[in-house]
């Protein structure tokens, strides 16, 4: 399984990419032979260039890997287009068109000239303060911090009901409400 890992990895990149680029979407456990171990869920992408958009480029496969042992589990194929075939044994196509939003490399036609410009401003200051890593906004405060699993964490959020701190959350990660973005095609 590791070859054929090294094999795809090297050949799609090589072959079609000059970076390749990873992305985890977190721990999985959702068949029973995951049920017991620490394991995450690998995404591959390709880019062109350094400013290629890597989402049009998915590789059709993911990776999980048993992140207590170091090791590549499982290999699982990933539909990749609308046309993904799970039978399909000789590979399915990874999307080669390039999808760019990146303002220099799009069309100078495609920004549109009918808007007018949008101002923010805070003429007597920011309305809010960061004390260490304790954020105060109006009545609200609360604590921010960031780990490698998760990334960003906010822990207890409270209010400040006329002279009464009402506790909201004690604990919160971005990575409860984190949606990868995917084909709608369902997987096999």
Known sequence: MRS????????????FYDILVSRSVGYIGDRPEYQGK????????????PDDNEYAHPFDFGVV???????????EELPTHEDFDANNKDGNI??????NFHPDLRPVDSFRNDLKPVKLT????????????QISWQKYKMRIGFNGREGLVIHNVNYNDTGTVRPLFYRMSLAEVYSIWRSKTTIP
Not at 41 to 47: C, E, H, K, V
């Open 4 to 15: 054929y890992l090294c094999y795809a990895i090297n050949w799609f990149s090589l072959e």
């Open 38 to 49: 620490r394991l995450i869920q690998i995404y591959l992408y390709g880019r062109k260039f």
């Open 65 to 75: 890997v048993d992140i207590l042992e170091g090791k590549v589990f499982d290999i």
């Open 94 to 99: 990874v999307p080669n068109e390039t999808s």
């Open 122 to 133: 805070q003429s007597g200051g920011a309305s809010y303060s960061v004390t260490g890593n």
